[in-house]
């Protein structure tokens, strides 16, 4: 299998219309505005899996984050990506991914339009070694109380207050 950094990643215009495919390595040097899926794993009582990012990510290397996911392959759709992410990063598969909603966010390293799911599964997970450090649920709240003290993503702490507001709304 070839190297992460040369898988090839979908890439995208502002407005989320496909425009070519080049180096997940090339689109990190070039800034290029690509796709991601994000899935919020919850177990059954309502906690929130966060993970901590290892050292060797290549954007926010051991920062929290409060979303399983990754980017999107080349010719590969938004809900293919979230299932293969969350089966590579947490080993779990054949649940029920329900999509919430598509996002764009940018800041000086990364670009990429995000389509957020949920999911509920109470683990045990397998960890990928090479992704993920550690893991733990908590509270949605308490996620967002750590995040005052410890590095989160940001892109996922603006995805977790949106679906909480989105719950508080119901």
Known sequence: MSSPSEELVQIVDRDDREIGAVSRRLM???????????????NPEGELFIQKRTMSKDV??????????????????????????L??????????????????????????????FRCVAAGPFVLQAEEVESGQFLAPAAALAL????????????VLRKVLAMAAAC
Request: zero cysteines; aromatic letters at 14%; charged letters at 20%.
């Open 28 to 42: 990190r040097e070039q800034r290029l505005i690509h796709r991601a899926a994000y899935i919020l794993v919850f």
């Open 147 to 158: 995040s005052g003290a410890e590095p989160f993503t940001p892109d996922g702490l603006i």
């Open 60 to 85: 926010y290397p051991g920062y929290w984050d409060v979303a399983a996911g990754g980017v999107v392959l080349a010719g590969e759709s938004y809900e293919a990506a979230a299932a293969r992410e």
């Open 87 to 116: 089966a590579e990063e947490l080993g779990i598969s054949g649940v029920p991914l329900e999509p919430l909603f598509t996002q764009y966010y940018e800041d000086g390293n990364n670009r990429v339009w995000g389509r957020i």
